[in-house]
């Protein structure tokens, strides 16, 4: 038994994650590699491993000719005097199995074997790192940053090195040397020199796939993520639902004093995140979108996609956020074109507050005040103002606690 490569193989097979059968391979093609080297062919060349000793067997088959004179070529002939030598039953005519020891091999030809085992090894290698990252792809890894190349950062993911291009970075965020960080695999590309891996720190996907390893009810299916809107280090808004009525799922994903949502908040440096409601009516669903602020009414088009807000006077500012943010990134978590206008804005622009279909049987806009009103006050199919926000990391810095709005009903 060969002891010391069955050992070699163990070893090759457990740092490197390479099965013996292709190293047994990769020894075979580098056996007969050897001995084309040595004897210039390897037609007639067999290589035999035993897959439970590691000892293996080389022989060439030769004809057997009558005479050495009629041995044309050394390699592929035998006479049958050396034939009998080998096996008493040799016969002129027949074929012969004639062993090759490797050890005759020369310097050149034994080099070469080497290079060819070697060269099998780093191609398998380059393959399972390959393979072990494709199925990583679009997951969320942590790494090691190394060094910065340019305006572009490598970071070591263990077995492979990734590369975070300036264009995937969050601006403002800055890395030292041996630190760790999440990143976001975008792409896993084979190239010969190994796998080429692109990561992302700004991807949206990147907030979701933190939520899912931190949320265990996200994980199981309890709560579904249906839609994200990231401007990346800055805020996120995240919508969720769940099919259990017996499970929050905005406080699922906020956990106990926001323990949760605060971990995920302090992986992406301090980046505010809202958590609202999916709702399926679009016009309740919009209505959470532009949450912290407080919404007097939604005219909400689902065939063209578009939607009118009305909110108070005074949360205007609020619904719209600072450089409009909050109001774009809840079209963007909607899908729906919102346009936001305050009460009084409302009622000065002529036909702004024209709808049709739905909202046709109400004469005027304090008609429709006046029945959303009465719905709030009998909790018939009116949702409910719960303010899911935390000002902590959800409002903008000018944002301070505003009573609730409640309408006044005009006395008929």
């Known amino acids: 038994m060969n002891k010391e490569l069955m050992e070699a193989l163990n070893i090759l097979e457990k740092e490197k994650e390479i099965s013996k059968e292709t190293l047994f391979e990769a020894i075979e093609n580098s056996l007969l590699t050897a001995c084309k080297n040595h004897f210039g062919k390897a037609d007639n060349i067999t290589v035999q491993i035993d897959r439970e000793t590691c000892d293996f067997l080389v022989y060439a088959t030769k004809d057997i ?25 040799a016969v002129i005519g027949d074929t012969i199995n004639v062993e090759i020891k490797s050890k005759e091999f020369g310097r050149i030809a034994t080099q070469n074997a080497k290079n ?18 494709f199925e990583k792809e679009k997951d969320v890894v942590t790494g090691i940053v190394q060094r910065y ?13 990734a590369m975070l ?28 020199k190994g796998p080429r891996i692109l990561v992302s720190r700004t991807h949206p996907e990147l907030v979701k796939r933190l939520f899912e390893a931190e949320v265990t009810e996200i994980k199981d299916g309890t709560v579904e993520i249906m839609s994200i809107a990231r401007e990346a280090g800055s805020r996120t808004k995240l919508a969720v639902r769940t099919n259990n009525p017996n499970v929050d799922a905005v406080g699922a994903c906020v956990g106990m004093n926001g323990a949760r949502v605060n971990a995920i908040v302090e992986e992406l440096r301090g980046e505010k995140i809202d958590i609202v409601n999916w709702d399926e009516n679009p016009g309740n669903f919009i209505q959470n979108a532009l949450s912290p602020a407080k ?10 996609k578009t939607a009118k807000v009305v909110v108070p006077d005074y949360q205007l500012s609020l619904a719209i956020g600072k450089e409009g943010q909050n109001a774009r990134l809840a079209a963007r978590l909607t899908g729906f074109r919102i346009d936001i206008k305050s009460e009084t804005q409302a009622k000065e622009i002529e036909g702004w507050l024209d709808v049709d279909e739905e909202y046709e049987e109400y004469e005027d806009f304090e008609d429709y005040q006046e029945e959303q009103a009465a ?20 409002y903008e810095e000018e944002y301070t606690e505003e009573p609730a709005y409640t309408e006044e009903i005009p006395e008929e």
């Open 149 to 161: 190349i340019g305006r572009n950062i490598s970071i070591n993911l263990g077995k492979a090195d």
């Open 116 to 133: 060819v085992i070697l060269q099998k090894i780093r191609e398998e290698e380059r393959s399972v790192v390959y393979n072990q990252f």
């Open 65 to 89: 000719v009558a005479a050495y004179d009629e041995v044309e070529d050394d390699v592929m002939q035998i006479c049958i005097d050396d034939a009998i030598q080998i096996s008493k039953n």
């Open 165 to 192: 291009n300036e264009a995937e970075q969050v601006k403002g965020e800055e890395f030292k040397p041996t630190e760790r960080i999440k990143v976001y695999i975008l792409e896993v590309k084979n190239t010969p």
């Open 375 to 394: 719905l709030a006050a009998y909790g018939d199919e009116y949702p409910e103002e719960t303010d899911y926000s935390y000002p902590e990391y959800a």
């Open 295 to 304: 919404i007097v009414a939604v005219f909400a088009d689902p065939d063209e």
